[in-house]
């Protein structure tokens, strides 16, 4: 009888590990995206559920920050990417969920112009070795090139430019597949042509990247 009891004990204690490692291996498989200032909602929402059909993962949006004042270069009026990125450290991000580092991914999303080191600007950047990216809205719109402003064109490339940066920090990069979301881009209205999805390669090569775990 001692035995059975000990048996059952052993493997109700196994039961709840294994939960628990299950649960935190979930948890883990999220992705955040975070506002930087004055971000539309219908807007990320958008992009909530674009990102999370096309990584498989269940996605949140977090609260508001502010950009880091010294991430702004007043020489050449816009942010640096790099600043942003490391600014992501010096803040409670996850304490709407409760959760202190259960994201995979992380990507700001910003109505603001931003460089990177040796760019005169980006419509993005990635971090593969933090998992956090950012993304701009500001040269997404038609009006910013002095265009008729086409509020449905900019909705999609914004949604678009998010799953680029967030697929970079998982290791893909440019595909020379026209229709792929991660098509080759030398001018905005190159994105219009993009779909919002991987193609079949970039496809397989995510899951490789993932060990499958799409």
Known sequence: ???????????????????GRNAADAAEKR???????????GILQD??????HVFGRDTDIGEEIRLPSDGYDNYRLQYSST??????EGYNLFREIGQSNRYERTLVVLDADIFAPGTPFVYYDANLGTGRAVVSMTRLREDF??????????????????VR????TYGLGSCNKPRC??????????????????????????????????
């Open 31 to 41: 992705i955040l995206l975070i506002p930087a200032g004055s971000v539309d909602r």
């Open 47 to 52: 992009m909530k559920q674009t990102v999370s």
């Open 165 to 168: 940066a967030i697929a970079q």
């Open 145 to 162: 090139y002095k265009r008729v402003p086409d509020r449905y064109k900019f909705a999609d490339r914004v949604q678009k430019m998010a």
């Open 1 to 19: 009888m001692k035995k059975l009891v000990i048996a059952v004990l052993c493997a109700v204690v196994a039961a709840v590990c294994l939960h």
């Open 83 to 88: 600043m942003i990125m490391n600014a992501l």
């Open 181 to 214: 979301v991660m098509g080759i881009v030398k001018e905005v209205s190159d994105v219009d042509f993009l779909d919002f999805d991987f193609c079949t390669d970039c496809h397989r090569k995510y899951r490789a990247l993932t060990k499958g775990t799409y």
